[in-house]
């Protein structure tokens, strides 16, 4: 019998709920706070995890990144539940690695539906997953230990599809399933191609695959595998969507939104040069690999030969960098504060012109974010002083800007403009041009 956490503010929606799931045979637990759901997800490992936004103590984000932080919680399925007016921190929680939401008030139905699909795609019975037929996250780990174990050097690649749950919203989970099982297909036929020695393909949860093999052969197996899956793009998508280069559609608020079509992003590490002391850090330097090449357009491959702390000195070197973010928006720097933090980047942080100048002078950043939406001082006026003075001039500033203000801002001294709204992907691209150019 499988596990769900419910940890859910509202006790009549808990109890309804809990109703409804008991009737399809899951064991259900309760929590109505942040820390008793960590405990509960600890200690009972559940499979799935309905937690709310607005939780006391520890928010739903917060519970969901101390999930993923853990490979043997790697698994757990998190759905947040969120309210109108929460896009921004929507967005928080899909970073911090949630698998899906919904907004309040909830549709039980509805959730009850999701969360069977998500079962059945997630799956991990006997060590195999029943919509592709690949070993589960359990022989996945089971394989990379015994190669650890047995000092072996080996390549380890964490495969992910972006922009996913966007798909899922628009063509439906059935089409969904199908792009998984596309996946898995595309993915054994890489291998065929490529014959590596040592291969292994397991299916860790929904659109995450991971692939073992030895490290002469993984640049190859990665090239193959994105040119498999950019010849099977016409397969996925109307062909209007194809023309246009992303899905326009009306999200759960109302709102026509636009998403970039599907990429696959590729972290691969291997043990050639430095091994690693256990499962854990194998594949929490597998997602670290696959998330830096998330930040990069379209299907990419991030590689790394020289192990877990080949990663480590890697995001060291980033961390030396800091990143000063100028808006007087809140919620804005704090979301931006977030991501460039989970990049490795040290973030300084100011609400005013002259505040900016002020942090500049005692402790000069290597890249500067300024936006112009309301700061007290003209943000061109401000742009423009920083770059007359001797100890800004030489740092770059990216200035985030409406399209009519583009002009202004190359004019004022910006090194780069970017409009808004722009993805975090494109912003990450534009820190690593000024700071960690290839």
Known sequence: MKKILLAIVDKDVRRLLKFKLSKQNYYVLLSSSGERAVELVESERPAMVIVDSSLPGLDGYEICRQIRRQSRLSHTLVIFLTIFGEELKFREGLERGADD????????????????????????????????????PASLQREIKRRIDWQEKFALCALNLDHFRAYNEVYGFDFGDRVIRHLAENLTRAREKVKPKGFYLGHMRADTFFVLLKPSYVERYCQEAIHSFERLRPELFTRTDLERGHIVTADRTGRTRRFALLALSIGAITSERRSFKCVQ??????????HKAKARWGSNCYLRRDGAMGLIEARDNGGSKKILVVDDDSLSRRLLKLKLEKEGYSVQMATTGPQAVEIIREDPPDLIFLSDSTLETDSYQTVFCLKKDVRA??????ILTSSAGQERGWMAGADDCLVKPCSFKYLIRKAEKYLEPV
């Open 101 to 136: 939401y919904m907004l309040k008030p909830v549709d039980l139905e509805q959730l009850v539906n999701r969360i069977n699909v998500l079962m059945r795609r997630n799956s991990a019975e006997d060590g195999q997953s029943p919509l592709t037929g690949l070993p589960g």
């Open 281 to 290: 850090e194998a594949m929490d330097a597998a997602f670290w690999a696959m």
């Open 393 to 398: 001039a030489r740092i770059p500033l990216v």
